[in-house]
């Protein structure tokens, strides 16, 4: 068990899920910010106001409709945890972990509120300058993801997002003012978040056509040419900056030995997995892409100039999230999984959470020493944790053996992984402090190690508590994974 004397122990969490202060200092809406609370069972939901003005709520922002903020309807990001105006406080409790690392987003449309405008929002700009302040006086490095999940509302309902190519140029200007204003500062970077996500989500939908995939392989070749750029400027501007990529890494497996399963599930992994850390580290579309677009019709705007891009801006190391695994068949589901971001078939061989993902450490073991043998880049675990119900006892402390337990049998999973070989570099475990769930926006799924005093229904005091996973974190740390017990 010997993990690197200068390995990245940390956390991470994103602006849109614990920041809060939606409508402060110039900061203008994003799409989270009209997301109503979900749940396991129940979608969330946007709301908007017709061309008419005629208010309306549902999956998504009808043509015509713009994004709005309705009375009586209640929107847990708008809050978050409020780390806007409590990030002091809650980077001492990270430095008293012993974090090395620290993994944040920045709000895009902090930063710029619509978008597209010319000049960035000094405010925004300064608030973050702040938070990097503090966290390099604790001795804590960031890590600044540009794009989770968060784009101004603007640029999605006035431009389509990422359907449209002049985003290239939005996301360049809003990524090159971040590399100029905190240049010193701050110096590894990642482009976009689980940005494999636009085509892995298509299959949670429960029908999709030509036209879904159409559009989410040309999001991902606009957006893996702003990568590029992005990543060649940050070298410019400052030649010890740092650019990886960010993959939501699912293992998959075989459900069983029959050469159709294992087919499937090479394809899945070639779809889900493979595709975009494809061309972000090698710079180029593989082979096995076209039987991709052919598969669904696909016909992108793609350019010469696009393709050469992409060959001078791949990236400088490889990050991604792990949580759970998931098994692949072509024969009738007789046990389904069919939790949050969970679908297909049930491995017999695991555990699952309440939310339906499967307790996988070997996983996570499989799933490094592929990568590293797949792209020979130095890399990071930038999100991994266990999210579930925790209970506050009536003397004020949280006991959660479940998470301890959990992270213990991944971090296991990462020294045997070094042991093997891998370039390891780092782990910023997810949600390090309870924040607004990404799918469902409650706060009773919970995956920090430091307790919010939020509840699903807004209420509580936002009091921050260290849980006993806290304690054992911070003597992990300390041993550099020596003291796992």
Same mark, same amino acid.
């Given at each position: 068990?010997?993990?690197?004397?200068?390995?990245?122990?940390?956390?991470?969490?994103?602006?849109? +899920?614990?920041?809060?202060?939606?409508?402060?200092?110039?900061?203008?809406?994003?799409?989270?910010?009209?997301?109503?609370?979900?749940?396991?069972?129940?979608?969330?939901?946007?709301?908007?106001? +017709?061309?008419?003005?005629?208010?309306?709520?549902?999956?998504?922002?009808?043509?015509?409709?713009?994004?709005?903020?309705?009375?009586?309807?209640?929107?847990?990001?708008?809050?978050?945890?409020?780390?806007?105006?409590?990030?002091?406080?809650?980077?001492?409790?990270?430095?008293?972990?012993?974090?090395?690392?620290?993994?944040?987003?920045?709000?895009?449309?902090?930063?710029?509120?619509?978008?597209?405008?010319?000049?960035?929002?000094?405010?925004?700009?300064?608030?973050?300058?702040?938070?990097?302040?503090?966290?390099?006086?604790?001795?804590?490095?960031?890590?600044?993801?540009?794009?989770?999940?968060?784009?101004?509302?603007?640029?999605?309902?006035?431009?389509?997002?990422?359907?449209?190519?002049?985003?290239?140029?939005?996301?360049?200007?809003?990524?090159?003012?971040?590399?100029?204003?905190?240049?010193?500062?701050?110096?590894?970077?990642?482009?976009?978040?689980?940005?494999?996500?636009?085509?892995?989500?298509?299959?949670?939908?429960?029908?999709?056509?030509?036209?879904?995939?159409?559009?989410?392989?040309?999001?991902?070749?606009?957006?893996?040419?702003?990568?590029?750029?992005?990543?060649?400027?940050?070298?410019?501007?400052?030649?010890?900056? +740092?650019?990886?990529?960010?993959?939501?890494?699912?293992?998959?497996?075989?459900?069983?030995?029959?050469?159709?399963?294992?087919?499937?599930?090479?394809?899945?992994?070639?779809?889900?997995?493979?595709?975009?850390?494809?061309?972000?580290?090698?710079?180029?579309?593989?082979?096995?892409?076209?039987?991709?677009?052919?598969?669904?019709?696909?016909?992108?705007?793609?350019?010469?100039?696009?393709?050469?891009?992409?060959?001078?801006?791949?990236?400088?190391?490889y990050t991604f999230s792990y949580y759970m695994s998931t098994a692949i068949t072509t024969h009738e589901i007789t046990s389904a999984v069919g939790g949050n971001f969970s679908i297909g078939a049930r491995n017999p061989y695991l555990q699952y959470s309440e939310w339906e993902w499967a307790d996988d450490p070997d996983g996570l073991q499989y799933y490094l020493e592929l990568m590293n043998d797949r792209y020979h880049l130095p890399l990071m675990i930038v999100e991994n944790g266990l999210g579930a119900k925790?209970?506050?006892?009536?003397?004020?402390?949280?006991?959660?053996?479940?998470?301890?337990?959990?992270?213990?049998?991944?971090?296991?999973?990462?020294?045997?992984?070094?042991?093997?070989?891998?370039?390891?570099?780092?782990?910023?475990?997810?949600?390090?402090?309870?924040?607004?769930?990404?799918?469902?926006?409650?706060?009773?799924?919970?995956?920090?190690?430091?307790?919010?005093?939020?509840?699903?229904?807004?209420?509580?005091?936002?009091?921050?508590?260290?849980?006993?996973?806290?304690?054992?974190? +911070?003597?992990?740390?300390?041993?550099?994974?020596?003291?796992?017990?």
């Amino acid at each position: 068990m010997r993990f690197p004397t200068n390995f990245y122990w940390g956390g991470a969490t994103a602006a849109n +899920q614990c920041e809060g202060a939606y409508d402060v200092d110039g900061r203008g809406l994003t799409l989270k910010d009209v997301t109503t609370i979900g749940g396991l069972k129940k979608r969330r939901q946007v709301t908007y106001l +017709q061309a008419d003005g005629t208010p309306g709520k549902g999956l998504a922002i009808p043509d015509g409709a713009h994004g709005a903020v309705l009375p009586n309807e209640y929107y847990p990001n708008q809050t978050g945890i409020d780390f806007y105006h409590r990030y002091q406080e809650d980077i001492a409790l990270f430095a008293k972990m012993g974090f090395k690392m620290y993994r944040m987003s920045i709000s895009w449309s902090r930063i710029f509120p619509r978008g597209d405008e010319e000049e960035p929002n000094q405010a925004g700009l300064d608030f973050y300058r702040r938070v990097f302040e503090t966290l390099k006086a604790h001795g804590i490095e960031p890590l600044v993801t540009i794009s989770h999940f968060d784009m101004p509302l603007h640029l999605e309902t006035v431009y389509g997002g990422w359907n449209d190519r002049r985003m290239i140029a939005f996301y360049q200007h809003y990524a090159e003012t971040l590399f100029t204003t905190y240049r010193g500062l701050v110096k590894h970077w990642i482009t976009f978040n689980e940005i494999n996500n636009t085509i892995m989500f298509l299959a949670l939908r429960s029908q999709t056509s030509a036209a879904d995939y159409q559009r989410a392989y040309q999001q991902l070749h606009y957006q893996f040419v702003a990568s590029a750029l992005v990543v060649k400027r940050a070298h410019a501007i400052d030649p010890e900056n +740092q650019v990886g990529c960010m993959i939501c890494g699912i293992t998959s497996y075989p459900l069983t030995c029959d050469p159709a399963d294992v087919l499937k599930n090479r394809y899945a992994w070639e779809q889900n997995i493979y595709y975009c850390g494809d061309v972000q580290c090698q710079g180029q579309y593989p082979t096995y892409a076209q039987r991709l677009w052919d598969e669904y019709q696909v016909d992108l705007d793609m350019t010469a100039t696009d393709l050469e891009i992409l060959k001078a801006g791949t990236v400088d190391w490889y990050t991604f999230s792990y949580y759970m695994s998931t098994a692949i068949t072509t024969h009738e589901i007789t046990s389904a999984v069919g939790g949050n971001f969970s679908i297909g078939a049930r491995n017999p061989y695991l555990q699952y959470s309440e939310w339906e993902w499967a307790d996988d450490p070997d996983g996570l073991q499989y799933y490094l020493e592929l990568m590293n043998d797949r792209y020979h880049l130095p890399l990071m675990i930038v999100e991994n944790g266990l999210g579930a119900k925790d209970q506050l006892t009536a003397d004020g402390q949280i006991h959660d053996q479940y998470r301890i337990s959990y992270m213990r049998k991944h971090i296991q999973a990462m020294a045997t992984a070094i042991q093997h070989g891998v370039n390891l570099i780092g782990y910023t475990s997810w949600g390090c402090i309870d924040l607004v769930s990404a799918g469902t926006g409650q706060m009773s799924k919970r995956y920090g190690l430091i307790y919010v005093d939020r509840q699903d229904d807004g209420s509580g005091t936002l009091a921050r508590i260290p849980k006993d996973s806290f304690y054992w974190y +911070q003597r992990v740390i300390a041993s550099n994974g020596q003291a796992l017990e």
